[in-house]
C-alpha cells in the first residue's frame, strides 16, 4: 500500500507557526502531485495548498494565501506545508493526498476516497 504519514501539528497561540510534513514511504513521492486538505469541526474537508510533481506550480485557497507556503523536500521524499500567523479558523485536521493526473488546482477541489489518520492543528490563546 503507498503510504502517505502527516505530522508536525499541535496547539499554537494566534499568529504563531507550524510545520507540516507529508511523508511517503514505500514510494517516490516526487513522482506525484501532493495537496494538504483540511477539515474543521461540523465542516466538510477542504483544498487548502496543492503542488505539482516538480514543485514549479502551486495553488493556494483564498483564505491562506500569504500565510501558508507549500513545497518539496525530496531529499527526504516528502512535501512541507509552512504555515504562518495562524488564526484560530486554521484549526482542523490536516490531511495530505497525492495526485498522479489532476493540475494543482483541479487537485485541491477534488475529493478523494481513501485518506491517512491526519495532524491535528489547534490554533487557540
Known sequence: QLQLVESGGGLVQPGGSLRLS???SRFTLNYYGVGW????????????ACINNSGGT???AE???GRFTISRDDANNAVILQ??????????IYYCQKEAYLGVQSMCRSE?????????????Q
Not at 37 to 48: C, D, I, N, T
Not at 112 to 124: D, H, I, L, R
Open 37 to 48: 486538505f483540511r477539515q474543521a469541526p461540523g465542516k466538510e474537508r477542504e483544498g487548502v
Open 83 to 92: 504555515m504562518d500567523n495562524l488564526k484560530p479558523e486554521d484549526t482542523g
Open 63 to 65: 483564505s491562506v494565501k
Open 22 to 24: 507529508c511523508a511517503a
Open 58 to 60: 502551486t495553488y493556494y
Open 112 to 124: 478523494y476516497a481513501f485518506w491517512g489518520q491526519g495532524t491535528q492543528v489547534t490554533v487557540s
